[in-house]
């Protein structure tokens, strides 16, 4: 693991989330944000349905790692036949209660991803949204396993997640910061390893790698990869909202999400 992302990693803890380290709080803090629709959640939903391009009325979604079923809602306003998934029993609770008061009819249902209860190749579209930094890599790939099992053929997964890349670039600028604020305060040279135990803790006040519950950022060419080695065809674009886009080095170094939309491999 490189240096950096080990000292991210530090912020959380923990290596594996457990069901109950969700909270109401947590989930009552995305629910009002979507209700009041802010400025974070309609980007978010507006970049999450162009990588899934279009929605075909009566095909069969998966959201994965539902939380509180804001993909079920949106989803199944647009036609489809959404199921929900969550590994917290809060997150399905409040997600069948949000659901109701939407006049959403769907199933939401708590489970692992690493185990989907479902039988092979039923599922047109699978949406992980803010999911996979949530998990460890070998419960990535499981996860991914099982969304090729479940996906028919041409199916597509997408995919929405914080870029690495981004938060290393802002470790190590923040890092330099407080190297340059020490010296013109005159202060005695400092060990990186005290300025970089500083800028953790700034990041543990301030809150700026999202959350705790961030086990593990997954690269884009990580993500790409293990993709490619479960058979889909994959593109990985970075979000950055402007130029920038067009030049995939700089937009990997300066985006803040990796939008990711993968298609199954037709079996020969």
């Known amino acids: 693991m490189h240096k950096l992302t080990q000292w991210y990693s530090k912020l959380s803890g923990k290596s594996i989330i457990l069901p109950a380290d969700y909270t ?6 995305h629910l009002i944000r979507y209700i009041n629709n802010d400025t974070w959640s ?5 970049n999450v349905l162009s990588i899934v391009a279009n929605v ?5 979604m998966l959201d994965l790692g539902c939380g509180i079923g804001t993909f079920v809602i949106e989803f199944s306003k647009l036609g489809a036949e959404v199921i929900g998934i969550d590994y917290s029993h809060i997150a399905t609770r409040v997600s ?4 109701k008061k939407f006049n959403v009819d769907a199933e939401i249902i708590q489970c692992d991803a690493k185990y989907l209860p479902f ?3 039923v599922f047109n579209k699978v949406v992980a ?10 419960q990535y790939e499981s996860s991914m396993k099982e969304v090729n099992r479940i996906l028919m053929s041409s199916g597509i997964v997408c995919l929405y997640t914080p870029n690495p890349l981004k938060v290393q670039s802002i470790i190590v600028i923040l890092m330099i910061l407080v190297k340059i604020s020490q010296l013109l305060k005159g202060s005695r040279q400092i060990k990186s390893r005290e300025y970089r135990d500083e800028v953790l803790e700034y990041f543990k006040k301030s809150d700026i790698i999202y959350s705790r519950l961030h086990v593990d950022l997954k690269s884009p060419f990580y993500v790409w990869r293990t993709l490619t080695r479960f058979g889909f065809k994959t593109k990985v674009k970075v979000r950055t909202g402007s130029i920038i886009e067009n030049f995939p080095v700089i937009s990997y170094l300066c985006g ?5 939309r993968a298609v199954k491999r037709i079996k020969k």
């Open 24 to 29: 109401l709080d947590y989930y009552k803090y």
């Open 42 to 46: 309609q980007e978010r939903i507006n």
């Open 56 to 60: 075909t009325k009566g095909e069969y």
């Open 96 to 99: 069948k209660e949000i659901a």
């Open 119 to 121: 039988r092979s190749e």
């Open 129 to 138: 949204a803010d999911l996979i930094e949530h998990l460890t890599k070998l």
């Open 256 to 260: 803040g999400r990796l939008m990711v």
